[in-house]
């Protein structure tokens, strides 16, 4: 099973275990940030992949006004009402319905998106 962050005893900082990569890819990682809404798309590890959605990204780019803002705003304080008190992203996961969290984050890009097509807010 995977430990949570622990308190280092020289500097009381919480760190990772650098080498427990499932940690901290759903910690930190692109597929948690899909399914927390901050990542509009997620692709496989590969350049021609990241290529074409970095086209379709900026071929789609969102206008940077007062209101976007706002509403990324709005969207941060529901995740932290609704995810405030929960300590992994695995119990995010699992709250936003996933049936079984702890297998997604060594899944493949196109294997992970067809198990949450349904879930992603």
Request: one cysteine or more.
């Amino acid at each position: 099973m995977d430990q949570l962050p622990h308190v280092s005893r020289n500097t009381r900082v919480e760190e990772f275990d650098s080498r427990d990569r499932a940690l901290v890819w759903r910690t930190t990682g692109g597929k948690h940030r899909y399914l927390l809404g901050d990542a509009d798309t997620l692709v496989a590890d590969s350049i021609p992949a990241f290529r074409e959605a970095a086209g379709a990204a900026l071929a789609d780019a969102r206008p940077f006004t007062l209101e976007a803002i706002e509403a990324q705003h709005a969207q941060l304080a529901q995740r932290c009402e609704r995810y405030g008190k929960l300590d992994d992203a695995l119990d995010i996961w699992g709250d936003q319905g996933i049936a079984d969290p702890a297998r997604l984050p060594l899944l493949e890009a196109e294997d992970f998106l067809s198990e949450v097509e349904r879930t992603r807010p």
